[in-house]
């Protein structure tokens, strides 16, 4: 198999820092896309699969799935795109794309399992897949999305995982005019989900810990702020919410939350993966017709869709542009939240 040799930042290990490496991309097929990446977000994903965090990283490593850039080559069975147009791929490069769920446009639940931007095993070549710290990539073109001309490239970069993570519960269940949505926690997702919810012309709310964050937090689109660990607060809320996005990557206590839900309202965890603690009182869930759901990214038909609308209402991330050479630094500031909201690396310094 043909491939090509290509610039790229990545790890050989969990304990070892990212540096310069080379990596192969698959020469392009029939049906493929190839794309010269100028930016690339950074994603707490990539930090825990560099280092392992949850087991199974594959190694060397290249992480980046929040990839945005300019098409530089198309197969020759390639419809959608062509030399010269803006281009963007998120989570998933791939999909068996014959499963009921992927038939559905729901690749992100394949039922086979989607192949990961990076970490996936690539059914061409039989290795892992790359992700987006490198100069270019190859993609099948059912999963390369269409970038609006009218919006900072850089900052659409984090549209494509955090952006998603938050549009696709908001669109399952149904947000639109006069919705009551509040979000937990203020940071990469938090802050794309105000504004999502407030451009759908939804009631938001923010759940945060702290009072500092009000007129960020109203800057974005929350009609409002709840300080979560005051009970009086809390109890101005009771029973108000059609739906809660819980963006919190950590264990933390649910039990607060549910009651401020509506009757029928759904709790969707977004942010954290593991057991919960303490334990969830089911009395208000079934008292309530109250729900608490997961929510994995979205289908790469509903990715399109949240780009068109950023597109059509200007939405982009907040984002701190950093060159390649300055990641690991990202990672350790990352890890201490010290990023309003997301890192996004102009891929040009990976030239020099």
Request: proline share 3%; hydrophobic share 40%; with cysteine.
């Amino acid at each position: 198999m043909n491939t090509n040799t290509v610039k790229a930042f990545g790890t050989e290990a969990a304990d070892a820092d990212l540096e310069p490496m080379q990596i192969d991309r698959r020469e392009i097929t029939t049906k493929d896309v190839e794309i010269e990446i100028l930016y690339c977000g950074v994603c707490h994903s990539d930090l825990h699969t560099a280092r392992n965090d949850w087991g199974g990283s594959k190694y060397p490593s290249v992480p980046g799935h929040e990839i945005v850039g300019k098409v530089t080559r198309v197969g020759s069975d390639v419809t959608k795109f062509k030399t010269g147009d803006l281009a963007a791929v998120g989570c998933m490069v791939d999909s068996c794309q014959t499963c009921d769920n992927c038939k559905q446009d729901l690749e992100q639940f394949c039922l086979n399992g989607f192949t990961g931007t990076y970490n996936g095993k690539d059914k061409h070549s039989g290795k892992h897949t790359f992700g987006g710290y490198s100069e270019k990539i190859v993609v099948d073109e059912h999963f390369v999305l269409k970038v609006p001309e009218n919006l900072d490239l850089a900052a659409v970069a984090p549209v494509l995982c955090a952006g998603i993570t938050t549009w696709s519960p908001l669109r399952h269940w149904n947000v639109k005019e006069g919705s009551k949505v509040a979000v937990i926690g203020l940071g990469g997702l938090g802050h794309m989900a105000l504004k999502l919810a407030h451009a759908l012309g939804a009631e938001v709310t923010l759940f945060s810990r702290s009072a500092g964050k009000t007129e960020e937090a109203k800057s974005l689109g929350a009609d409002s702020v709840i300080i979560s660990t005051d009970a009086d607060q809390m109890k101005t809320v009771q029973g108000k919410f059609d739906l809660i996005i819980d963006t919190v990557p950590y264990v933390h206590d649910l039990n607060p939350y549910i009651q401020t839900l509506h009757a029928s309202g759904t709790l969707v965890l977004v942010g954290f993966l593991g057991n919960l603690e303490p334990m969830l009182n089911t009395a208000p869930l079934v008292l309530g017709r109250k729900s608490i759901a997961g929510s994995l990214i979205g289908g790469i038909a509903e990715t399109q869709e949240l780009l068109d609308f950023c597109g059509k209402h200007n939405i982009v991330s907040e984002i701190e542009i950093i060159k390649m050479q300055d990641i690991n630094n990202a990672y350790e500031r990352m890890l201490k939240s010290d990023v309003r909201y997301r890192f996004v690396i102009d891929m040009a310094s990976l030239k020099n």
